[in-house]
């Protein structure tokens, strides 16, 4: 059996003072027909545990290890519960998901997912007007979930209000979703950039659910600007005439408005 533990916590053994054959720097040639940012890129990943560690678990991605400590700060991950994960290729969290046993799980990406027996895979943009229907149909039951994440982000174009708006609206049209379908006490989980989200939003999850905080894992680069936005025990009929000023601080200093971002982590 794997062995499946999180890079980097102190029960993982294969870090600590010794410094094992994975660990020894990578270094990448340029190569001609390399751009510069692509060989960077390349360097980054021979050279990240998580991407290591992943590979040796059988991960999809290293984001897995993102989603498995967020849970160690928030505990939203029990077995049984029904999730649909926004954004899920190529499906790291999904894994995650299906290793703790949730009951249902439904996901949806514009790109495809190699079939899991036990997810349900919508391919569809999540932009699209009909994919929350789309969504709750293949939900089934009463078109209800108990955990709704979103770990979307939308590809970059290099032009910083463009990506800062798409980012935003990614982030807004989870928000909606999730205050349709989640049962009380439900939690929503979502990538953000910077500042975390506007103070709009923030008010709008702060008068719908108990707790709101963010959460940056470590899994997740330091330079990246990306962290989780965490809405913890949905009070149960989600109320949509929250004012910014009605956002208020949740004492983490990550709170008010998300500055513009180039370097999104995918
Ligand atoms: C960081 S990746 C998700 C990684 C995933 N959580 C995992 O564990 O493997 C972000 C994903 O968001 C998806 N995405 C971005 N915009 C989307 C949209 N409008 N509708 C559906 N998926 C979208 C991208 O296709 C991409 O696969």
């Known amino acids: 059996m794997v062995d499946k533990k999180i890079p980097g916590k102190r029960s993982d053994n294969s870090g600590g003072g010794k410094r094992t054959a994975r660990e020894t720097t ?5 190569a001609r027909e390399r751009k510069a940012s692509s060989t960077r890129w390349l360097q980054r990943q021979l050279n990240d545990p998580y991407v290591q560690e992943a590979q040796r678990l059988g991960y999809r991605s290293r984001a897995a ?7 160690e700060k928030i505990n939203v991950l029990r077995p049984g519960l029904r999730v649909v994960d926004l954004g899920a290729a190529p499906g790291g969290w999904c894994q995650v ?18 079939p899991f027996p036990d997810v349900d895979f919508l391919q569809m943009d999540f932009t699209d007007d009909d994919a929350p229907e789309r969504l709750k149909e293949v939900m089934g039951g009463n078109g209800k979930a108990d955990l709704v994440l979103s770990d979307m982000s939308p590809n970059t174009t290099g032009h910083r209000q463009t990506d ?30 910077q500042g975390g989200a506007e103070a709009e939003l923030m008010a709008l999850l702060k008068k719908n659910f108990k707790t709101v905080k963010h959460i940056k894992p470590p899994a997740s680069r330091k330079e990246s600007p990306e962290q989780y936005l965490c809405a913890l025990g949905f009070k149960g009929t989600a109320r949509k005439d929250a004012r910014p000023e009605d ?10 408005d998300m500055r513009p971002h180039r370097d999104m982590e995918l």
């Open 164 to 193: 800062h708006l798409r980012m935003m609206m990614l982030l807004e049209l989870a928000i909606d979703f999730a205050l349709d379908v989640l049962e009380p006490h439900g939690n929503f989980v979502a990538k953000v950039f």
């Open 26 to 30: 990578v270094r990448v040639k340029t």
């Open 97 to 114: 998901l299906s290793d703790k046993k949730m009951k249902n799980i439904v996901a949806i990406d514009v790109l495809p997912v190699d």
């Open 65 to 71: 290890f993102k989603l498995l400590q967020i849970d």
């Open 247 to 256: 956002a208020g601080n949740d004492g983490d200093g990550e709170d008010g």
